[in-house]
């Protein structure tokens, strides 16, 4: 497979003796080492040593990423280094490293990615891995903040930080850091040979942070030995078209036409299809466990039928229209290239389209991205927005962003291994893409579902949005939500643990089990649990016992 040439240095062979590591845990011995750090293309923005159980003021924070309020959970005693690399005359990237004090690292490094369109880094996945003794590394991706174009419009080398190279940087930077730190060799072949700890490699990320691991698997397929990838953006430049896309479906902008659906009525539309189709795996509980498997005709939402009041039921042209919605995507040429939105989940992604009565869509990253990337067009809107206008901007590819390659060959054939999820409710990507994702890398490798599954395993959670959030029990160690639960720190019911035990052990996961907390706090009461399994296999209730405990869920 054809790879990308970084125009980064590679630095991982730099010798050790350049760096010392620390011999102590003070801030002196933290300060001491980052005054001594020099790696090409890099400068120390700042070096600090954080006590356990400390705040961290992040007053530098982006709007959208939270604001100059932020703050970060220091989660062991750690030495954080702050770094910006240059990737080309044109761009940078900021990276942090959080390394815990060497009696407390587990030999273990976890890169972390971003969501959206980057821009922020990803301290709660940071912060579970420090805590759990990793060395824990996060990058903005090469531009601030999470949301505008302004950092994307006419700067080609800062969207190839974006698209790939950001965390192929990350990585390279990041190892040669935590090598150095904790003193050990460049290679694990060299560690090994010199009786040192073997450093292990991991990544985990959500949804732009999966469509960047993918990406990473397929391009530099040594950077990590193994990958947590949530609700995957694969094919990302089609996920956020859709939304577009299905908003002009809707209606919209023509807000006053006679097909045009509102607001308001959408989240009676979903919950009609709940109702409709919930008991249909067995369980009434609010969810819709496969979406994929079932048909829903919105003529049964029109008025008059009585499933609707009649605030929110459907003229006969909205009926139209809401079916049209909930079709596949096709491109200009009429083959199918996007699943369609499933069913029961929420639509606000492209129904939240009016503010104060004008056409304003509240799923920015269309506007932003096809602005300052896709056509260099600060004053383009999408109101017009059509199946060309996604073909283009894959013609385009802006910073080879769509990151929809399922050549996992060299990545497979090195040993590595992938840990994916998804849940079934998840209203930003459709899950049906994570199903297609596997059976394309299936296809490519020319590998049956089981030679696949001993590098690749994909677990779809019903009742979990974008994420994590929803009706089920959706808590198995996400990336980007902290805390973990420091009572379920083990691999059947954390991820990344999973993970951990199949690269080091090759013990594959045969399951996961998510848990349901009392209002979603993570630690508190827990409400229900439920066992889920390696695609293709479906968790099903056994029909008898109680569905709020995981022994009750198998895998069929």
Known sequence: MHRLRSSYPTILLLSLALTPSPTSTSPTACAAFASHLSIPNTTVLSSSHLLNRTSLPLPSTPASCGGPTSTANITTDLCRLVL?????DASVVRLEAWLPDPEAWNARLLATGNGGIGGCVDYATMQNAAGLGFAALGTNAGHDGASGYEFFLGKPEV???????????????????????????????????????????YYAGCSTGGRQGFQNAALYPSDFDGFLLGSPGIDWLRVVASKGILARRAGWPDLDSPAYVRPEQWPAIADAQIRALDALDGVRDGVIDEPTAHRFDPATLACGA???????????????????????IAGASGEVVYPAFELGSDTSVFSDNQVNGTAELSYTILQDFWRGAVYNDSTWTPNNFSEEDMDFALEVNPGLVNAGETDLSAFHARGGR???????NDET???????????????????????????????????????SGGLGPWSIGNAQKYPYDPALLDPEHNALLALVRWVENGNAPEVLVGTKYEDDVIGGQITAQRTYCPYPKISKWDGTNDTSLASSWKCI
Not at 171 to 198: F, H, L, N, Q
Not at 440 to 461: D, W
Request: charged fraction near 20%; include cysteine.
């Open 429 to 467: 990507v459709t899950s049906a893409l994570s199903e297609r994702y596997f059976t394309g890398v299936q296809s490519t490798l020319n590998l049956t579902i089981e030679e696949t599954q001993e590098f690749y395993r994909l677990f779809f959670l019903p009742g979990m949005h974008h994420c």
């Open 84 to 88: 910006q690399v240059s990737t080309s």
């Open 306 to 328: 009585g499933v609707l009041n009649a605030s929110v039921c459907l003229s006969p042209q909205q009926v139209g229209t809401v079916r049209g919605v909930y079709e596949p």
């Open 159 to 201: 969207l190839n930080d974006f698209g790939w190279r950001g965390l192929h940087v990350e990585a390279e930077v990041g190892k040669d850091v935590v090598r150095r730190y904790y003193g050990i060799s460049g290679t694990e072949s060299e560690a090994e040979g010199k009786g040192e700890v073997k450093m292990k490699s």
């Open 418 to 424: 992938i840990i994916s999820y998804h849940g079934r």
